[in-house]
C-alpha cells in the first residue's frame, strides 16, 4: 500500500507561483511519481512525472517551460513548482504513484492521494 497527501494549493494570482507537495509513505520504492489536475467538468489530465531513484522527469507540452517536478528522496517528497500561472490552471492537483514511467493515462497509476485545489484569479 501507498499513501499520499498533498498539500501547497491555494489563491494566486496570474502570473504567480505556486509549490505543490506530495508526501508519500508506505511500499513506494518502486514507483514512479506523477502530477495530474482535473478542472470542472474535464478529465483528469497528466502533467509531469519522476522516477523515485535517478529523478528523470517528463512533462506534458502543455506545461514544459513553466512547471518544474522535483523530488527529495530524504523526505519522501516530490514537488511540483508552478511558476506563470493561468487562470485555465485553476483545478484539483493530485499526485499519484505507477511503475510506468512513461505512463500519461490516469489508469496506470493505481495510488492517488486526495487533491489540493489551486486557483488562478485574473
Known amino acids: 500500500q501507498v499513501q499520499l497527501l498533498e498539500s501547497g494549493g491555494g489563491l494566486v494570482q496570474a502570473g504567480g507561483s505556486l509549490r505543490l507537495s506530495c508526501s508519500a509513505s508506505?511500499?513506494?520504492?518502486?514507483?514512479?511519481v506523477g502530477w495530474f489536475r482535473q478542472a470542472p467538468g474535464k478529465e483528469r489530465d497528466f502533467l509531469a512525472a519522476i522516477t523515485r531513484t535517478d529523478g528523470l522527469t517528463h512533462y506534458a507540452d502543455s506545461v514544459k517551460g513553466r512547471f518544474t517536478i522535483s523530488r527529495d528522496g530524504a523526505k519522501n517528497t516530490v514537488y511540483l513548482q508552478m511558476d506563470s500561472l493561468k487562470p485555465e490552471d485553476t483545478a484539483v492537483y493530485y499526485c499519484?504513484?505507477?511503475?510506468?514511467?512513461?505512463?500519461?493515462?490516469?489508469?496506470?497509476?493505481?495510488?492517488w492521494g486526495q487533491g489540493t485545489l489551486v486557483t488562478v484569479s485574473s
Open positions: 499519484a504513484v505507477t511503475t510506468s514511467f512513461r505512463a500519461v493515462n490516469p489508469s496506470v497509476y493505481p495510488y
Open positions: 508506505g511500499r513506494t520504492f518502486n514507483y514512479a
